[in-house]
């Protein structure tokens, strides 16, 4: 009867010091998921990728690699609703631009699904997503004032396509053709890729996306504006709305990697690391001016206070947009 004893009391001290060691697994513990809330070929999910490809060489991140998941849907808030859904360990992480994360929330107005600064951790961010307005190589117009000309003449409403029907993409949209007293119609997407490849069809006559859309497709967009208070490093040849006579567009979107509120202190060091350590590789700034998008680090307080500027800037305009309706 004691060898029993003894055998169970070894068990169970063996199950303890197991169940104890997992619990105090160093992060991470298995590979990252990052989720994206937008299809593959946008500013969103072009990003992630890059940055996923490096994160096994960051060194706080012990070799585990990344790995993307794209669930579209909702401006993102699909993805983001799914890693609420998850535990708070770090192992499931959501990439967004601020512009694009908090339009989708002010745009719920009392039914947003959740308030970022109190579900979310804003851990960094490793580049920023430009809007510009496109338009079909075929159109006349070659500038700002040769478009908004055009559209006024016309007397048609303007078909305009874009990421998601509550993007920082589409914000933008609603400021330049309410400001400019031009009649539109919205037509939302699940990505960047499909807006455009919807105006490369000429089944929409406008997007408003990110600059770095237009790659590999030259001979049939061509963009008239981009957002921004200066010109995208990206993208020097072409002018803000600003410069041609649109105010209110002078903000852009950095592109960050958000936690589940209550992830450790352990996420926030290691993962904040591994940002600026990728954000910093060769490799990346590489592959990011490939695709026309900019590599740069951005920590976590500096990016948080990004968040609540961003707040205060679209505020304003969503809320008029939603009156609006």
């Not at 030259?218 to 020097?236: C, F, N, P, T, V």
């Not at 990004?306 to 505020?315: D, L, N, S, V």
């Amino acid at each position: 009867m004691r060898k029993v004893t003894t055998l169970a009391a070894g068990i169970a001290a063996a199950a303890v010091a197991m169940t104890s060691t997992a619990a105090n697994a160093e992060y991470p513990s298995k590979p990252v998921k990052i989720m994206v809330g937008f299809s593959a070929g946008g500013g969103t999910d072009t990003t992630a990728r890059g940055f996923a490809s490096y994160m096994h060489e960051a060194p706080s991140m012990g070799g585990k690699p990344a790995y993307i998941v794209n669930q579209p849907g909702a401006s993102g808030q699909k993805a983001a609703k799914m890693v609420l859904g998850e535990k708070a360990d770090g192992h499931t992480l959501y990439m967004i631009n601020i512009g694009t994360f908090i339009a989708g929330e002010l745009a719920k107005g009392k039914k947003r699904p959740y308030h970022i600064p109190d579900a979310f951790v804003n851990l960094g961010c490793a580049s920023q997503l430009v809007t510009s307005l496109q338009v079909h190589a075929s159109n006349p117009a070659k500038t700002m004032k040769d478009f908004i000309a055009n559209a006024k003449k016309s007397g048609k409403t303007i078909t305009w396509g874009t990421s998601g029907a509550a993007t920082m993409h589409a914000t933008i949209g609603h400021i330049f053709f309410d400001g400019h007293g031009i009649a539109h119609k919205k037509v939302p997407f699940k990505g960047g890729s499909k807006a455009r490849a919807a105006l490369v069809s000429k089944s929409v006559e406008v997007v408003l996306g990110g600059v770095n859309t237009l790659v590999g497709f030259e001979d049939d967009i061509r963009a008239l504006a981009s957002a921004g208070a200066k010109r995208d490093a990206m993208a020097r040849k072409l002018p803000t709305f600003g410069e041609q006579g649109t105010s209110g567009i002078e903000f852009t979107g950095l592109m960050c990697l958000f936690g589940k509120k209550g992830v450790s202190a352990e996420v926030k060091t290691k993962v904040g690391a591994a940002i600026k350590h990728i954000a910093g590789l060769k490799g990346y700034k590489k592959y990011m001016k490939k695709n026309s998008l900019a590599s740069f680090y951005t920590d976590s307080a500096a990016a948080t206070a990004a968040q609540g500027a961003m707040y205060k800037a679209m505020g304003p305009v969503i809320k008029k947009i939603l009156a609006a309706r």
